[in-house]
């Protein structure tokens, strides 16, 4: 079979591609991949070699307006559809809701129930045409995926017996359980860790300013630095903060070394999409058995909080530090861990279930 995964940014920037890659046969299938390089710089491939690579380069900064990125947007489309028009492919991975809705056209007319469609952004809900498109893309599809079960409602219910949970997992993580414990460093400070894109500035100026006013806490940043980040460290070092540490791009598999100097993972997001949404850090935590703290009334916080795997907080509040500080030193380390088991194991579940639904 030829089939063809198509994202909307860069291949490292993609963990969720893996998902799908990991399983099919590159061995019996002629795979391709079509992606965007955002930011025009050169990346590994080096493990894409079993595979067909098609690069779409076009500098997108991924922290401005979405109304500044329409000409990217017009681009990327244009990009997709020669591709698609050069190529036949009997089968389509599409990742991101906003990649289908721009080739919706194409996939509806000549690859109904051919492709997967992978739903985890809720940004453009609010515009009531793109809302339709993926109720209709949706229906097309031989399955969808959403990342979150938040997600849930912003699909059709008619379709609901073809959705299916795909939870952000990384199955090489699971080869590292134990890092933690076997190899964790200790220290006096309770090291709060986030790694990811790192954006929202005006919330992580808030995180940063009640953890740089408690010597009990260290904050690290592990993630690319766009503008909010630049901006973040000029507020440390114009604040002399000595707590607050910035280390910079990071490969998936550079967690295995940091989390093993993490004592809580900075999971905590305020923007409508994310407060729906199940981030990679989530099953980080899960995985490596380290808790984590998530925004109060997210549907994160919510299932970390309901699992004994997390905390939901707000760091709005003047308590926020003292509240993350009793929560910490309050875990049953037992308890905690079997919490952890659980989680993952029920997650494991779902993931694997999903997987049947594999074409190639």
């Excluded at 009997?90 to 906003?98: A, E, G, K, Q």
Aim: charged fraction near 30%; hydrophobic fraction near 35%.
């Amino acid at each position: 079979m030829k089939i063809l995964i198509i994202g909307f940014t860069k291949l490292k920037y993609m963990p969720y591609m893996n998902f799908y890659l990991d399983n099919i046969d590159t061995n019996k299938n002629d795979v391709h991949i079509l992606y965007w390089n955002r930011d025009l710089k050169e990346e590994d491939v080096s493990k894409f070699k079993d595979v067909t690579l098609h690069e779409f380069k076009c500098y997108q900064e991924d922290d401005v307006s979405k109304l500044s990125k329409i000409t990217s947007f017009v681009r990327y489309r244009k990009y997709a559809l020669k591709e698609l028009s050069k190529t036949e492919y009997d089968f389509i991975y599409v990742l991101h809701s906003l990649t289908g809705v721009l080739i919706a056209d194409k996939l509806k007319k000549c690859y109904k129930n051919k492709y997967i469609f992978d739903y985890r952004d809720s940004t453009y809900e609010g515009f009531s045409p793109f809302k339709k498109e993926v109720a209709r893309l949706v229906k097309s599809s031989y399955a969808t995926f959403v990342s979150s079960d938040a997600f849930r409602v912003f699909l059709p219910e008619s379709e609901k017996h073809k959705i299916y949970t795909s939870h952000n997992i990384l199955e090489d993580s699971l080869n590292h359980r134990g890092e933690k414990e076997k190899y964790g460093i200790p220290s006096e400070k309770i090291r709060v860790a986030f790694w990811g894109f790192i954006r929202l500035e005006e919330l992580n100026i808030e995180i940063i300013k009640k953890f740089s006013a408690d010597n009990r806490f260290e904050l690290h940043y592990y993630g690319r630095e766009q503008q909010v980040a630049k901006n973040l460290k000029n507020y440390v070092a114009d604040n002399n903060i000595e707590n607050v540490f910035f280390h910079g791009e990071y490969k998936p598999e550079d967690r295995y070394e940091f989390v093993r100097s993490t004592d809580i993972i900075h999971n905590i997001y305020k923007e409508s999409n994310m407060m729906l949404a199940m981030g990679n850090k989530y099953y980080d935590g899960a995985i490596f058995k380290i808790p984590q703290i998530c925004m109060e009334g997210s549907f994160m916080g919510k299932t970390a909080t309901d699992s004994g795997i997390g905390f939901q907080c707000d760091p709005y509040k003047d308590s926020f530090t003292e509240d993350v500080y009793k929560y910490y030193v309050s875990l049953d380390k037992n308890d905690f861990t079997k919490n952890c088991d659980e989680e993952l194991k029920k997650v494991l579940e779902e993931y694997y279930k999903g997987k049947e639904m594999f074409v190639g």
